[in-house]
């Protein structure tokens, strides 16, 4: 489904669209690109050696307090999409990712722009300075601009 690469300094996922997330019209289903962008962060983390299992081991989870997603072109089967992916750290709990949806020729197809945080998974609240637990698991922090 996806071959992560960090050409020009930018972190990218090639995703392929599958036949099962085409809807009525023929074109990738509006929820899908929301999917797209999820897998591109989990690979985003990844890539800079994060999983899961170390977040929750340090007793937190990523959450998204806000998602807008701006469509600028249709997807459709047998299509591919490099979905890109960076962090802008903040000072307090929260943090920016700026993604973008773009056709291996360059042309746009969507804007994901989240805002995030870590919470304490005992007691559900935003932890402060989440960049300073991403830093602490992270084989690689520069992947996360850390």
Same mark, same amino acid.
């Given at each position: 489904?996806?071959? !992560?690469?960090?050409?020009?300094?930018?972190?990218?996922?090639?995703?392929?669209?599958? &036949?099962?997330?085409?809807?009525?019209?023929?074109? $990738?289903?509006?929820?899908?690109?929301?999917?797209?962008?999820?897998?591109?962060?989990? +690979?985003?983390?990844?890539?800079?050696?994060?999983?899961?299992?170390?977040?929750?081991?340090?007793?937190?989870?990523?959450?998204?307090?806000?998602?807008?997603?701006?469509?600028?072109?249709?997807?459709?089967?047998?299509? #591919?999409?490099?979905? #890109?992916? +960076?962090?802008?750290?903040?000072?307090?709990? #929260?943090?920016?990712? $700026?993604?973008?949806?773009?056709? !291996?020729?360059?042309? &746009?197809?969507? +804007?994901?722009?989240?805002?995030?945080?870590?919470?304490?998974?005992?007691?559900?609240?935003? $932890?402060?300075?989440?960049?300073?637990?991403?830093? &602490?698991?992270?084989? #690689? !922090?520069? $992947?996360?601009?850390?």
């Amino acid at each position: 489904m996806s071959h !992560p690469s960090t050409d020009n300094g930018v972190f990218s996922v090639r995703i392929s669209v599958r &036949a099962y997330e085409i809807d009525g019209n023929g074109h $990738v289903n509006s929820a899908v690109y929301l999917q797209y962008a999820e897998h591109a962060r989990w +690979e985003f983390l990844r890539a800079a050696g994060i999983d899961q299992d170390a977040l929750a081991g340090r007793g937190v989870g990523p959450v998204f307090l806000e998602t807008v997603l701006r469509y600028q072109a249709e997807l459709r089967y047998p299509d #591919t999409v490099d979905v #890109t992916c +960076e962090m802008r750290w903040g000072s307090g709990k #929260t943090f920016q990712v $700026v993604q973008r949806l773009r056709r !291996p020729d360059g042309g &746009a197809v969507a +804007e994901v722009d989240s805002v995030g945080g870590l919470i304490d998974l005992a007691t559900r609240k935003l $932890v402060e300075q989440p960049a300073r637990h991403y830093r &602490a698991i992270s084989r #690689t !922090p520069s $992947v996360l601009g850390l």
